[in-house]
Each structure stands twice: as C-alpha cells, then as structure tokens.
C-alpha cells in the first residue's frame, strides 16, 4: 500500500481533512503498523469515529500522525464518542472528499489553505448534534497516540469558538464558527457535558490524566437539513486562526461551495502545469493521480512559524529529505518554483534557528532530523536552485549554512577521518562538499571550493575496489547492493573503479534479476529469516525504498540506456494501480509518485548535477508548463502500451530510444542540461522496438570527465 489517503487537501496547503478510523499510518483505513511484508488488517470494515485534519501522506513509521482536531456529527448521547461508524459511498476528488456514516449522516469536508470545511447532511431529529474533539491525536495504535501538553478552550457564543492545544511543544489554534440557529452550544470534558461554562483551560497534560475535552453544538433536524463547521488553523494564535478563517470563508455562511471551488481551481492549475497526451485511460489515470500525490506536501504555512516571529515561509511535513530530494524537489523547481525557493528558504531559516539542516521536519518543536537516514541533503537543493537561478535567496548567507552544516552531526567524523558509518553517510557528506563547492566557487570563494572540492573525492574510500560495491556496514532500510548504484557526482570513476563499465552493467544486471528466477514475497508477519534470506539475495527491491529510485538510471553512465529503458519501462507496466495499493511502495510524502512522473515523461533529475538524463517516454507527447516557458517533449514512431490495471496478458515490450534532437539540432547524448529544460524547448524523441547505439558514445558527465567522452571500456 502507498499509505496515502482520499482526504481532502490543498496543493502544497497547511491543512488536511479524512475520515478517522485510527489506523495506521494516516489514521484513515484498515491497518495495524507495518513495515516488513503484508499489512494485517486491524478492521474488517472501513469505518470512522469522524473526521480529522492534518495527515501524513505516503509515509510509514513516521511517528506523528497528527489528526488533531476530530469533528464528530453524531445523533447519539455523548457518552458514545469515540466508537467508530462504517463507511459508505465514498467519493473522493482532489480537495474534496465525502462519505455517509452508519447513523445516516452523508459526510462532506473541503479544505482551503488554512481552513477545513464540514458540512454534514442529517436524518430527522430532535438533538443532533456536532462534536467537536480538541484533545484527539495520533492513532489508535501502540505508542502511536500524541497527547497535548497543556489547551484551553473558550466557547464564545452565537456559534463562535477558539482554543489551543500545544502538541510537541506546537501552540496549534483553531477558531470555529458554526452557523446553525437555535442549536445550543456547549463545552464538554471527559464525556460531560458543561451547563452554562464558557472556558476550559489545562496547564498540564499526561497521558495518565488526559480525558478528551471540546465543544459540542446540538439542535433539531429535518431530513436532509445540512448545518456547516467551519474551522480556521494557525500556529500564532487565535486571532491569527480568526483571521484565517474569515480570509478564506468571509463573513456569510455558508462557505463550503466557495472554498471548495477555490481549492479545485488551484489544483487545476497546479496539475495542469504536467499535460500528457495519449495513454490508455488507466495509465492516464495514475499519471495524474501521481502529479497530485507530488503535489500534496510539503506543508506551507506562511507567516505561521511558531519559532521565529517574522513573517515569511514555514514549511512543515519534510518528511524526509531523505525521501523527496531526488525527485519531488526537481519537480517542485520546474512546475512551482516560487514554492521551491520558499521551501528551502524556510530550511536555511531553520538552519540559523536550530544550528543545522533537518532531514525531516514536522510540525513539531525542534527539527526531527531523522539523522539516521542520511546527512546533508539540502545542499543538493540548494545547488540545484542556485544552478537554475532560481528566485532570491541570499546566497552568501546560504553558503554559510552549507558549510558549517557540513561539520554536524557524522559530518564531524567525516572531515576528520575521511570516512564515517554507516556508511552511507560517507557518500551523503562528499556529495554535500561538492554540492557546496560549486556554490562556493560561484562566489570567487575559490579557497574553499578547492577545499569542499577534495573532500567530495572522498566518496571513493565508501567502496571496496574488490567487489565495486559499498564496504560492509550498517544500512537504513536496505543493503549494500541498494546503496551501491547510488548517482555519484564522478561516475565515470566509480565505474573505473570495477573494471570499466562490462563489469559494471554485469553486476547491475545480477542486481536487477536478469536471467534470475522471480522472488517470493513475504506474506503477512514474515519472521526475521524469511526477511533476512530476502535482503540476501541482493536484488532490487521495486522502487519501494529511496536508493532503488536511481539505481535504474545508472545504467546510463555504462553506455547501457536500453537497459535502462526495460527496467523503467516494466515498473511503470508493472508495478502502479489505478485501485487501492496502486503503489509498489510508500509514497513518501510524494517522492514515490515524482519519479513515475519524471519516468513517464522519459526524464530523470539527477538532483544536485544540473543534469537530467533522457529515456523513452510513455506517452507520446508531454509538456511541463515552466512559468512562462514550455518544455515539451514528442515522440515518433512511439506504441501505446498498456499498464496492468488494463488487465493485460502478456508483458508489452518496451521502446527504445533510436534518435533524438533538441530544438531542431541532433541530440547524440542520451542527457541534458537541467537549466536547457528549464529554458523551456522541444526534444523529439525516434522511437522503435531495439536497442540502439542512440546515447553511448557520450555519457553524462562526471568530475572526471565532464564532456562524457573519455574512456568506454
């Protein structure tokens, strides 16, 4: 499963809203906590205890859930809050979904940037009633429930509320407005209610005392009658949270219609910035499906930092660095550049608050560094924006943080022994330093990119001439072999290192099971052997884990871009749905969906090179709409084929490329310049049913041989 949600959002927005069942990993669903084979299912039904906001989308253990905030329409006694309703009907359209629980209530929320609108449609009777949960958070799941540290609530008559709740040291506000003449209004504790207060306030919280606690509205209905919740979100307060709302919903009621056609207008825009044409509807279908899920996080916030008082970016749901710096950051940069810049200006901000670059950031007080993952991957963004001259960064400030991040964490070990573990982060720092070394040597500090600039050789000392591959060590999510075919900035001297690029394409291929038989998969609750004789096998996992993304792109630095074009070409067959589990993996937070986006488009973005390697497209024509400019890419002699959704039968062959030009001139190399496609332009790409010598005479760059034409053997 791809752990993503039907909920409702905004592109790149603050706020989510779902159906809450409590299971893992978005709160929506049917599953206990996974990580290793089948998910077990912890309901037989998809049900909801109501509706809740803030989501991950496509992570896994990522130990915050939020779903604060849970809103209950309900026509039952207080005292049963909590239990959980099946679902029916569901429908779910970018920012907007719906669903009708087991009571009768047809479900309906939206969500604007820094707002969730609620309309529920109900039965007949005499006191029904919405309840609004403030003290909900996390999953219903060990160890997965998050608890407020200290709230108040206020009720402030004719419909109005506010209040507070500190999460993880986060002061999240709401401001709630309901309008629904002659329904009572009133505050609630532990499932009772309070006659006549006005004011609920907690200064301190443990899981051991915490009792749920929050609003109630309850009056009559007619059937059908729809009564609207609407909620406004800030990190600076109630006022804030007031201001919010009324920017985005006005003074009338209701709003509902209004904010959700604001909300699909902006993911119209957002999503129409990729056009494709041709296709089988399936495979359609999940290419859009993709270009949404790359455009849900991360989470902006402006002007809502909690840490720092100045007005500006804030961006949350960085989850991970890790996860989306290879293809949902290029993506970001091409199709919304503005929120790219925004986003890292953000990071530098955290940098000068916190003393370092997260791996991970959340809503949550302190960066989440998820240091274990990996080291210093905002340099490669940073590059990357520098490269393509995109917006105004302060690059003198930039370059500080750069370099004093260096030395952080396994960055200290690093520059005193030239190598660190786990290994990997060996790999991270040198690519860092050369990162940093060209926006040093951009600034005539020439002194210290010569300086960052020996140290990205050091990358070599990772590996074991012996064997080509990574030396033993430990590994997160993953072997040696998963990390071994990692995009290097000096391919041409890794490859050297194994024997020249026979030997390199060989041990590729026993990687990606050429001639192998298929491999079992786990089933549900695998035990550590069957897991441990997996990973033994050395192969390619599926896309499923972060390093599998590029290693099929490698192939293209051994002057084997066809190979390329079967292993890219059999996941997008192959491994992506139209129906639930339609991912092969985690979505991670949109970095999953990123590459079949770029896959499709027969691009890939070498993050942190300015580089961007070329292969045969799905579709047999596409344009990235880049600001002002178009990039479009078309095909001749290109096939449709179909995806597996379609319900085929055998297993279509793929394309190959068999030549290519680039705005009228001959294109032999099978790259090009990041900021050549950001120019906006047009490659035509010959397409047909062999491999061909189109892409192996020059290779993609390398520190060793930028001009990709040095030694083939």
Known sequence: MGNTHPGATSPLGMVSACAYSGAYPTGYGLYMKNTEGQPEEMFDRLQASGFTHFQQSGTGAIRKYYNYVRVTPMVQQLDVLGQAWPLHDETAEAGYYAATLDTGIRCEVTVGAKVAVH??????????????????????????????????????????????????????SVYIKVDSPGWRQMLWHDRRLIEGGTRLDFDRIRQTTLRPFGLLYMGPTTAGQSVEIQIGFSLRGCEQARENLYRECGDGAPAFDAVLARTKARWRDHVGRVEVEGGSPARRQVFAT????????????????????????????????????????????????????????????????E???????????????????????????????????????????????????LRRMYGEDFYEHGVVHPISHTLDLAYACHCT????????????????????RLWAGAFDPDTGLLV???????????????????????????????????????????????????????????????????????????????????YHYAARPDRTAEIVHAALTWQFGTGRGGLPGNDDSGGLSSWYVWASLGLFPVAGQNLFLVNAPAFSRATLHLGDRDFVIETRGHRETSISSDGLEENPPPQYVQSAQLDGKPLDAAHLRATDVHAGGRLVL???????EWGRKILPPSVSDPSGKGART
């Open 290 to 353: 993709a270009v949404y899920h790359s455009l849900i996080k991360p989470c902006f916030a402006d002007d809502e930092s909690p840490f720092w008082p100045s007005s500006g970016p804030f961006v949350f749901d960085i989850c991970t660095m890790w996860d989306i710096y290879k293809t949902q950051l290029p993506l970001l940069m091409a199709i919304c550049p503005d929120r790219a810049v925004d986003l890292l200006e953000s990071l530098i901000r955290v940098c000068e608050e």
């Open 119 to 172: 309309r529920y449609a109900f039965p007949e009777h005499r006191s029904a009633r919405i309840v609004v949960d403030l003290s909900c958070g996390g999953l219903a799941i060990d160890l997965g429930r998050t608890v407020p540290l200290r709230a108040h609530v206020e009720s402030l008559g004719n419909g109005r509320a506010q209040g507070t709740v500190v999460v993880e040291g986060v002061p999240l």
């Open 686 to 692: 010959e397409l047909g049913p062999h491999p061909s």
């Open 437 to 456: 070394s060209g926006v040093a040597r951009s600034l005539n500090d020439v002194q210290l990119a010569d300086d960052l600039e020996a140290r990205s």
């Open 472 to 554: 033993d060590s430990s590994f997160y999510e993953g072997g040696k072999w998963n990390y071994s075919f990692r995009l290097l900035h000096d391919m041409a001297a890794r490859i050297a290192m194994v024997g020249g690029n026979e030997a390199f394409v060989s041990t590729l291929d026993a990687f990606f099971g050429y001639g192998a038989p298929r491999v079992a998969q786990p089933g549900k609750r695998p035990d550590p052997a069957e897991m441990a004789a997996g990973y033994l096998l050395n192969r390619f996992e599926g896309l499923n884990n972060e390093p599998d993304m590029e290693a099929p792109w490698s």
């Open 355 to 405: 003393g370092n670059f997260p791996i991970g950031y959340r809503m949550a007080r302190g960066a989440d560094r998820f240091f274990r993952q990996a080291s210093a991957l905002v340099h490669t963004a940073l590059a990357d924006v520098h490269a393509l001259g995109l917006g105004d960064l302060d690059w003198t400030w930039a370059l500080v943080h750069m370099y004093d991040d």
